[in-house]
């Protein structure tokens, strides 16, 4: 139970950047067992790919440099509010935090939409506290709020953005670098099977501090999202399990 009451039917829903702006029934996907969708994430306006897009394997994992391109949130919801509304499934809209009005503006846009739950707000890996803070404070309204924090930086920036007003928060990739040829160093977010450790300690240590968390990062079996929710986790959300190619949900 959070400030706002937050809770999800059921635990399950993807993480942002994953499945796209809206569930789509002819994926395959089975939604049944998921509480809510995140949307991809939504900049205030159209966002172009990174320069030098990329995608390293390594043991354990992959590192994928994008850039979070998308067509800005009033495409967005140009193209998919018809579907947020007639859908049966939560939508929760990952906005990216890039000014601190913008996404005061952005949550403006959205208050009042049927089908629209709440907003995610992510933040990028080197944002400051104080930034943080800002970022939160400007994305209260009537909406709930859940800060996706990087990571590694969980810990230090939970409690903080919850006091600011945050409902929840949730785990973003922790970021890396590999050695590209021909390209120098890339730097990216990670993903994979070896991330899981280090996101399930995360989520421990935040729970036994009272934080309402969401787990994430590096959930491939269906006993992993157990062993999220044994461990504090009120949701669990799926990244790269969600891209193998197979149906098959944890």
């Known amino acids: 139970m959070t400030k706002y009451g937050l809770t999800f039917e059921k635990p399950l829903m993807n993480a942002a950047g994953s499945l796209g702006f809206s569930p789509d029934r002819r994926s395959g996907f089975n939604f049944e067992n998921w509480g809510a969708f995140i949307t991809n994430p939504v900049s205030p306006g159209r966002r172009t790919p990174a320069h030098g897009q990329r995608y390293l394997n390594f043991q354990g994992g992959f590192l994928l440099h994008t850039g979070y391109p998308n067509p800005g949130l009033k495409a967005v919801i140009r193209r998919y509010a018809a579907h947020w509304a007639r859908g049966t499934l939560p939508v929760w809209v990952h906005l990216l935090a890039q000014g601190v009005d913008d996404i005061a503006q952005m949550v403006r846009m959205l208050e009042g939409r049927e089908g629209v739950a709440g907003v995610e707000v992510g933040l990028a890996a080197e944002v ?42 949730s785990l973003g990739p922790p970021r890396g670098a590999l050695a590209d040829s021909g390209a120098g160093l890339v730097s990216g977010r990670l993903y994979g099977p070896s991330i899981f450790p280090l996101a399930l300690q995360v989520v421990r240590s935040l729970s036994r501090a009272g934080i309402p968390v969401i787990g994430a990062g590096g959930i491939y079996q269906s006993d992993q999202v157990e062993a999220m929710l044994a461990a504090g986790a009120f949701a669990v959300q799926l990244d790269a399990v969600l891209w193998r190619g197979c149906h098959e949900n944890p």
């Open 128 to 169: 400051e506290l104080a930034e943080a803070l800002a970022f939160t404070r400007a994305a209260i309204g009537e909406l709930p709020v859940v800060v996706r924090l990087p990571l590694e930086r969980a810990g230090q920036l939970a409690g903080s953005v919850l006091d600011a007003g945050a409902a929840a928060v």
